[in-house]
Antibody, heavy 113, light 107 residues
Framework: EVQLVESGGGLVQPGGSLRLSCAAS????????MHWVRQTKGKGLEWVSA???????YYLGSVKGRFTISRENAKKSLYLQMNSLRAGDTAVYYC???????WGRGTTVIVSS | DIQMTQSPSAMSASVGDRVTITCRAS??????LAWFQQKPGKVPKRLIY???SLQSGVPSRFSGSGSGTEFTLTISSLQPEDFATYYC?????????FGQGTKVEVK
């Protein structure tokens, strides 16, 4: 079964850091671009970042310089290092495969003092 | 960045109705468009890719059309399980951008 499972969310103070992880199974992870998408409570979807199979990276403007996406193909894992967190980063963070055909269940990040 | 304008933002409909949702891109995106359905408390689910290709397992009452800047998602006969929020997504260029969503509610 194709599956993505996120972890690492939690409560963090403004200016703090978190590292999200996404464990993939059931498909050839190294052959797929991977993405992070977030959703604020009761609001819409917002694409955050992507990493290609060659390690090329892409970011939403508001997170560029603060977030870093990475992958470890041997571990079938995707990561999102989030630094200098702001209240506006509070959301459910989903990892998703390729053209968003498979999604994880999400992990919640709350930035609050 | 490419802006995606989705309309309407909400609509009321009855079972059996034909429902049409529109997405307009701020610049041409060819057919690099997907549609997603999200039910409350659930993960988004891709319905349509490449503007008009039906995702495997998705009922044939869902269809997508359009190219360039104007796109449409149509539900030919609304079923009880279709009451949800629908989003379009452009993936022509980064940053990818979603429409703001269309909530389809019971009339």
């Amino acid at each position: 079964e194709v599956q993505l499972v996120e972890s690492g969310g939690g409560l963090v103070q403004p200016g703090g850091s978190l590292r999200l992880s996404c464990a993939a199974s059931g498909f050839t992870f190294s052959s797929h671009d991977m993405h992070w998408v977030r959703q604020t409570k009761g609001k819409g979807l917002e694409w955050v970042s992507a990493i290609g199979t060659a390690g090329d990276t892409y970011y939403l403007g508001s997170v560029k310089g603060r977030f870093t996406i990475s992958r470890e193909n041997a571990k079938k894992s995707l990561y999102l290092q989030m630094n200098s967190l702001r209240a506006g980063d509070t959301a459910v963070y989903y990892c998703a495969r390729s053209y968003l055909d498979v999604w994880g269940r999400g992990t919640t990040v709350i930035v609050s003092s | 960045d490419i802006q995606m304008t989705q309309s309407p933002s909400a609509m009321s409909a009855s079972v059996g109705d034909r429902v049409t949702i529109t997405c307009r891109a701020s610049q041409g995106i060819s057919n690099y468009l997907a549609w997603f359905q999200q039910k409350p408390g659930k993960v988004p689910k891709r319905l349509i890719y490449a503007a008009s290709s039906l995702q495997s397992g998705v009922p044939s009452r869902f269809s997508g059309s359009g190219s360039g800047t104007e796109f449409t998602l149509t539900i030919s006969s609304l079923q009880p399980e279709d009451f949800a929020t629908y989003y379009c997504l452009q993936h022509k260029s980064y940053p990818w951008t979603f429409g703001q969503g269309t909530k389809v509610e019971v009339k």
